[in-house]
């Protein structure tokens, strides 16, 4: 290789590994933007994701957040569905598109039925003919709501619905009784309702059938309202443990989203859980989605990554078979390799054998020169070739050996041929004419 080909060849190779440096240090420096869809700003999700963009700029600064304000779950998965938002907040019985996947549940949104304290509705059968306030249409609290009619076999003919987005005007309209209720699904404990309860002569409906009620909705869970929660006496609201149901709001991505990206974001989730919570008490909440307990969207690679951390590696799962194998590898290969290494020394020495038989005979043609001794040589070469065949079909004779042995059986036959017609003319020319 002449000097200035390899001069070529080095000034390429720094050329590239410069190239690869520069790209290693721009993909572990660069700063990536996510965006995440919530509904607005008034709202609990909203609140969840704005602390959790706060613990993120202050842990990961490469990561920064970008929030989008929707009308709920319905616009919220539109979103992700078109790729306009990488990540969204959505009640789990939302409807789900096939490019999403889920993260980590955040918080519970539990079901809310609040109707007058002298009210004739005692459960949520006793809806029919009513007027219920609810958030707008597009939210999950909507979506839930409709499943609840179908569950006790009602709809939007024989209940009728009050959509209202803001949350004061939906309270107006149960207090001057163009409402019979309110139907609300947020957290436990929720401050505007517990204030509301305080300065209102309310009381809540219980959910009781939550085991019938779930073959119909998988994705409800149960939960229990405190004795005194909204309202601590006077009367207390609820007056006893009181149980209702609920679906988990969980942080969903599209699957196409970097694994890496995900798999860091539910570490901040869960990591530093202890400064969401100093922001907003929802991040007490947050856990790992449990397929066991409801039907949710299958977990995304980068939040399995995660929750998967601490199993054990392939190679430390299965050290013990694989230390074995290490162990017998080296020893069979080297019984292998001194049994290859034996064959072939006996083949190479039957190869030997064959080639010395026909120098012999060559030898014994040339110390007795006469016709009939070179016909015997020339049958005994057919039948040494005949033998190395058979050898070689037998495994005793390799190929390699063979060829060699063919080359050398080729020049002796054809001298021995050659002697044989030489011995034949000579003996004619010597027998006396007429004879």
């Known amino acids: 290789m002449s000097k200035r080909a390899t001069n070529w060849i080095v000034a390429s190779g720094v050329v590239l590994a410069v190239i690869a ?45 970008k929030i989008v304000q929707t009308n709920g779950s319905t616009e919220i998965m539109a979103l992700l569905k078109d790729a306009k938002a990488d990540f969204g907040v959505v009640q ?44 707008d249409i597009g939210g999950g609290t909507y979506s839930s709501f409709l499943s609840l009619l179908d569950y006790y076999g009602m709809n939007t003919e024989s209940v009728t619905i009050l959509p209202i987005a803001d949350s004061l005007e939906r309270e107006q309209a149960f207090l001057s009784g163009k409402a019979d209720a309110i139907f609300r699904v947020t957290t436990l404990g929720h401050s505007s309702i517990r204030e509301f309860m305080q300065s209102t002569n309310a009381r809540l409906i219980p959910f009781e059938q939550f085991d019938a009620m779930r073959l119909f909705s998988p994705t409800l869970f149960q939960y229990t309202i405190p004795f005194g929660t909204y309202k601590a006496a006077e009367p207390s609201v609820p007056e006893a443990d009181m149980q209702t149901v609920g679906v988990p709001t969980v942080l969903v991505a599209r699957e196409k989203v970097d ?65 074995l194998l290490a162990t017998l590898i080296p020893l069979v290969a080297s019984v292998y390799f001194a049994i290859r290494a034996m064959l072939l020394t006996r083949q190479r ?12 005979l060559l030898t014994q043609l040339m110390s007795s020169p006469t016709a009939s001794r070179a016909k015997k040589t020339e049958l005994q070469l ?43 003319k000579k003996k004619n020319s010597a027998t006396p004419k007429g004879k």
Request: aromatic share 12%.
């Open 349 to 360: 020495d039957r190869a030997y054998r064959y080639n010395m038989q026909m120098a012999s």
């Open 259 to 323: 694994a890496n990206i995900v798999r860091t974001l539910t570490r901040i989730l869960f990591e530093n859980k202890n400064d969401i919570v100093a922001i907003t008490n929802l991040g007490a909440f947050v856990s790992m989605p449990d397929a066991s307990q409801s039907v949710v969207p299958r977990l995304h690679p980068g939040a399995s990554a995660y929750y998967n951390r601490d199993q054990p590696s392939f190679f430390e799962k299965y050290y013990n078979q694989i230390s």
């Open 21 to 65: 440096a520069s790209l290693f240090y721009y993909y572990q420096t660069r700063t990536q933007t996510i965006i995440i869809a919530t509904n607005d700003e008034s709202s609990q999700s909203y609140q969840f994701v704005d602390a959790l963009k706060q613990v993120t700029a202050n842990v990961e600064p490469r990561l920064n957040i």
């Open 92 to 135: 789990l019985d939302a409807l789900t598109t096939p490019n999403v996947d889920s993260v980590a549940f955040l918080y519970p949104q539990v079901f809310h039925l609040i109707v007058h304290a002298d009210s004739d509705i005692q459960t949520p059968a006793d809806l029919r003919g009513k007027i219920v306030a609810t958030p």
């Open 382 to 424: 057919l039948e040494m070739l005949e033998d190395v065949i058979h050898d070689m079909n037998t495994g005793e004779v390799e190929i390699t050996d063979l060829q060699a042995f063919s080359f050398v059986w080729d020049k002796a036959i054809e001298a021995v041929r050659y002697r044989e017609a030489r011995l034949a």
